[in-house]
């Protein structure tokens, strides 16, 4: 039988021979903006003409799921069953990209065509998520080469609407649950700690997007003749605004502030540091002021405003506006309470005199919080594989900083969830130039063909 040592000798081969290039300059080809409904068709195209025939070729079973909130966001479900005795693993990852953006990124450079510079691949979906699901489509597709087999059950979930909140995500899932019963979720997504440190998490903080509005008359009115005499609404609202959070961050409603950063999670996150790559230097006085960085991003709650408008900023005119208004967003780890967030926001500004102030939702679906707990023996048995591969000690983060639909696999389906990212924080991901190292997909691409290959080495008797 072809030894472990074998598939990582064959998946390198895959990534310095420019396999792993090919494959992924063909996937980031596909336009699938899932925020553009012009551009709706090429999702399905996504699965039909890459996806579907790539795990044919490995011996998965392949079907496409509609999606029971949105009929233009398909899903593809695929699965290998080699042994109902065995373990199954349930895989995810999503082919939609945020929109493209074209008309910023550096000359030279194509959202939809991959171009190398160094060791950075540029394109749409290099980093978020083609690049990441691709190096764990062929991981398993190397053990399955290599073993004849993978040892272990599959199951794949790809979707196409992530970049739009996931809708129909959790449905289809509670629709589907004996479809998509597994033993645990192991997924690629968001950025390593840092580029040469592989990175495991174990759920992702929750995201609320709201606005902020104060609206008192129709219309604007000359500042000269009424300044003074009517109130403007920027001002009503900036000061709203400065009452949940402080100068330098301090989110300062009370049900905000969580009492979930227990002592074991302050230790775990003593060895994961943030900073020390590419991307802005960290403000060390902005945010939480008696926690370290990596408290305030991996166990603490974060508030910012998205954009703001009062006026017409493009032009601005002599007059006093009618309205004002906020896009802000809630960032928060396990602790707070998600059906409070708002209504708890709307108390605090009562007691602070703003009744005027409206919260209005957003209209596009939120993500909660969830967390595993770092010794689940899943955890250990992924970051055991992930220390023989590489030789280096895998970062163990609670959680990621962003949000993604864990809670989804989490509570719905009720799975232990391990995610393993392959990129890293300054690949300006939602961002123009969007790339992926390719230093590290080698890395990730060894990582995850270790991984799997352990996994079937531990089937069921």
Known sequence: MTSRSSALNDIEAYADQGGFLEELAGLVAFPTESQEPGNRPELERYLDEAAIPMLSQMGFSCRVLENPADADYPFLFAERIENPGFETVLIYGHGDVIRAQADQWRQGLAPFKVVVEGDKAYGRGTADNKGQHLINLAALRAVIAARGSLGFNAKIILEMAEECGSPGLDA????????????????????RLHPEKPTLFMGSRGAVNFDLRVEYREGAHHSGNWGGLLKDPAIVLAHAIATIADRRGQIKVPEWRPDSLTPEIRKALEECPVGGFEGPAIDTDWGEESLTPSERVFGWNSFAIL????????????????????????????????????????????REGFEDVQIIPAERGTFHATRLDPTHPWVSRVAASVAETTGKKPVLLPNLAGSIPNESFSETLGLPTVWLPHSYPGCSQHAPDEHLLLSSSREALRMMTGLFWDIGAQKAA
């Open 172 to 191: 289809l899932f509670s629709a589907h649950k004996d479809l998509l019963k597994s033993d645990v979720l192991i997924a690629s997504d968001g950025p």
């Open 307 to 350: 954009a703001q408008k009062s006026g017409v900023p493009e032009a601005p005119v002599n007059a006093i506006s009618g309205w004002a208004g906020a896009h802000c967003q809630l960032r928060y780890v396990v602790g707070t309470d998600p059906d409070d967030i708002l209504p708890a926001l709307r108390r605090h500004l009562d």
